[in-house]
Nanobody, 124 residues
Framework: QLRLVEAGGGLVHKGGSLRLSCAASGFNLENHMIGWFRQAPGKEREGISCISMRGSIIKYHDSVKGRFTISRDNTNNTAYLEMTDLKPEDTAIYYC?????????????????WGQGTQVTVSS
């Protein structure tokens, strides 16, 4: 069964940092493009970053550009999202997913079912 499990969320103050992880099981992560998404209370889920299979293509939504860094470690079957200078508006549940493309305009299409995500809360 293909699964992606997110971890690393928590409660931080404005300006703080967190590193999220996305661990794959049941398949080889290296064969898939990966995206990070988030869903804030009362809002639709939105894509915020993606990375190609070898990491040569990386894309960020304007809302996180310059603050978040996506990466992947195919040998450990894990992708990451390093988040710095966090703002209260970054508060959301964060999800990772396989994506159909990493390029062009937002939104990017997620593939497969969603995991439980990891909660990120940024206090002011």
């Amino acid at each position: 069964q293909l699964r992606l499990v997110e971890a690393g969320g928590g409660l931080v103050h404005k300006g703080g940092s967190l590193r999220l992880s996305c661990a794959a099981s049941g398949f080889n992560l290296e064969n898939h493009m990966i995206g990070w998404f988030r869903q804030a209370p009362g809002k639709e889920r939105e894509g915020i970053s993606c990375i190609s299979m070898r990491g040569s293509i990386i894309k960020y939504h304007d809302s996180v550009k310059g603050r978040f860094t996506i990466s992947r470690d195919n040998t450990n079957n894990t992708a990451y999202l390093e988040m710095t200078d966090l703002k209260p508006e970054d508060t959301a549940i964060y999800y990772c997913a396989r994506v159909g493309r990493c390029g062009g305009s937002w939104p990017i299409p997620a593939l497969g079912s969603w995991g439980q995500g990891t909660q990120v809360t940024v206090s002011s």
